[in-house]
């Protein structure tokens, strides 16, 4: 078992001073003796006394610790976010508190409140499904605490954001399923009040009216996950409307598409094509590889943390709100013609 990290109350009962004496020595206060000083600041380094940089920071008012709230960790482009995030932290000399909400309004709030508790100086945060109240981010802002919203993001609190081009991307996938032949393009997406959703279902839309085809609303569903996609695609594609495409909100929910398809014994892209939106990892380990939409999580995360960044350091100025949009890139593999 590793040994307990020694405390300055620990040293100050070795060495027989008081409490204050030690904090004083650490901080090399000048109105100790040189001789005091030497006797705590040895000790300390001899027994790898470290300093909790938390409790510091909460007595002086001051932090160098970030929050960091995502729906998922597990997630490709969440986990290539916070690298985004940890990246430049690291560099800067920031700590990073991380949670996860799973989606959940609930979670999310206590999240929230644990940030606040700890005294961050920062939180950096994309909501959750199931949030359509943001009271708790709002609490954040009302105690000066400033807050970088990226990917989900919410437009009724005035605060920097990064986004992804969402609508670009969806409106150059459904193009380029029509240039391709595809006519009846079936979009699975994640629930309206996110702006992803809208966003991303503006551009499929907007693709099929600029090349003149209809929009049918029985062609849209709101299905985001891979075991959802599998029984909702399994009976589009045993229906009279059946589908000759799919554009999905994420891989997830692609890669069940596609396992929907498979089953049913449909050839894979000649009688149907299928396009996901992520980029991930299980986007070129299936069979067969997926086209999607790449996001670039990694430089969202860079972004959010250098905006954030702006604010902490000029937080007395009256500094211009950002918005910050990350382009996207269609990567085209074997589930598209």
């Not at 160098?64 to 560099?91: C, K, N, Q, Y």
């Not at 399923?177 to 009040?193: D, V, W, Y």
């Not at 966003?199 to 600029?210: H, P, V």
């Not at 996609?229 to 009976?235: C, F, L, Q, R, Y």
């Amino acid at each position: 078992m590793p040994k307990a990290q020694i405390t300055i109350k620990d040293i100050a009962r070795e060495l027989q001073v008081s409490v204050s004496t030690v904090s004083r020595a650490l901080n090399d206060s000048p109105d100790l003796s040189a001789a005091t000083k030497k006797k705590v600041q040895d000790y300390a380094k001899l027994h790898h006394y470290n300093p909790n940089f938390l409790a510091l920071s909460i007595k002086k008012r001051e932090s160098t610790i970030i929050g960091v709230i995502v729906p998922e960790v597990t997630h490709h482009f969440f986990a290539s976010v916070v690298e985004g995030i940890l990246e430049v932290a690291d560099r800067e000399g920031f700590s990073v508190l991380l949670f996860r909400s799973h989606e959940q309004y609930d979670k999310e709030v206590r999240s929230v409140q644990r940030l606040l508790s700890s005294r961050v100086c920062g939180v950096l945060t994309s909501v959750a499904k199931e949030t359509t109240r943001y009271d708790h981010f709002q609490e954040l802002v009302d105690n000066d605490i400033p807050v970088i919203f990226f990917d989900r993001i919410c437009v009724d609190i005035p605060t920097n954001r990064v986004v992804i081009d969402d609508y670009a991307g969806a409106l150059t996938a459904t193009e380029y399923l029509i240039n391709t032949g595809c006519r009846k393009i079936a979009f699975f997406c994640s629930p309206m009040h996110l702006e992803i959703s809208k966003n991303r279902r503006g551009g499929y839309m907007d693709a099929l009216r600029k090349h003149g085809l209809p929009v049918d609303h029985d062609l849209i569903k709101i299905c985001d996950n891979y075991d959802d996609a599998i029984p909702v695609a399994t009976e589009m594609l045993q229906s009279e409307n059946k589908p000759d495409a799919f554009f999905a909100v994420n891989d997830e929910t692609a890669l069940g598409i596609l396992h929907a398809t498979k089953q049913l014994h449909f050839k894979i892209p000649d009688e149907v094509s299928i396009c996901g939106f992520t980029d991930g990892f299980a986007a070129i380990a299936s069979d067969p590889q997926l086209t999607t939409v790449g996001q670039n999580g990694f430089d969202v995360g860079v972004s959010a943390m250098e905006l954030l960044l702006e604010r902490i350091r000029y937080k007395g100025a009256d500094a211009m709100l950002k918005n910050r949009i990350i382009r996207t890139k269609l990567i085209v593999r074997e589930t598209t013609r």
